[in-house]
């Protein structure tokens, strides 16, 4: 085998591996919002379990991870993410959980996951959703993007 492979994989993903990433998500709802003001944009809060709830890991795995969609994303919004994973090895801090106890407080009071909100840049809401088993990533897009519009 080449000595030289693993470095040059190293520097393929480098290069070339910042396209796969996905969406910039944001833990912290202040600093998404001074964000969205900067950049003229709203902002997308995505409450999820990511580690027990199945429709949440469908929703990353198909649709946020598609890549027609994560150019989409990344053009279009400010992401939030607003996680309550139950296992030990995906505990958050006690300030992230405070966060996103908060932001539920405020925006999912009802505890339902997946719920994905748009909201203005001042938070105010635009519209809600959850997980489409019928929605593909061009469904999302054009979801998002009608509540979106419908702020404007």
Same mark, same amino acid.
């Given at each position: ?10 520097? @393929? @993903? ?14 912290? @709802?202040?600093?998404? $919002? ?8 709203? +902002? ?9 709830? /199945?429709?949440? +890991?469908?929703?990353?795995?198909? !649709? ?13 919004? !400010?992401? !939030? ?13 006690? &300030? ?17 996951? /997946? &719920?994905?909100? !748009?909201?203005? $840049?001042?938070?105010? &809401?635009?519209? &809600? ?11 999302? +897009?054009?979801?998002?993007?009608? @509540? ?5």
């Amino acid at each position: 085998m080449n000595r030289f492979a693993p470095f040059v994989s190293i520097l @393929f @993903f480098m290069f070339f591996g910042h396209d796969v990433i996905g969406q910039d998500w944001k833990y912290d @709802f202040d600093e998404a $919002k001074l964000l969205a003001k900067e950049k003229d944009q709203n +902002i997308v809060l995505f409450f999820t379990g990511s580690d027990w709830c /199945p429709p949440c +890991i469908r929703l990353e795995r198909k !649709v946020f991870s598609n890549e027609e969609f994560m150019e989409f994303a990344d053009q279009k919004f !400010v992401w !939030v993410k607003a996680d309550f994973p139950k296992r030990k090895k995906n505990k958050l801090s006690l &300030v992230q959980q405070k966060k996103n106890k908060e932001l539920a407080q405020k925006y999912n009071r009802k505890w339902v996951f /997946p &719920v994905i909100l !748009v909201l203005d $840049k001042e938070g105010n &809401v635009l519209g &809600v959703t959850g997980y489409r088993r019928n929605l593909d990533a061009k469904g999302y +897009i054009s979801l998002l993007t009608s @509540f979106d519009s419908f702020g404007r």
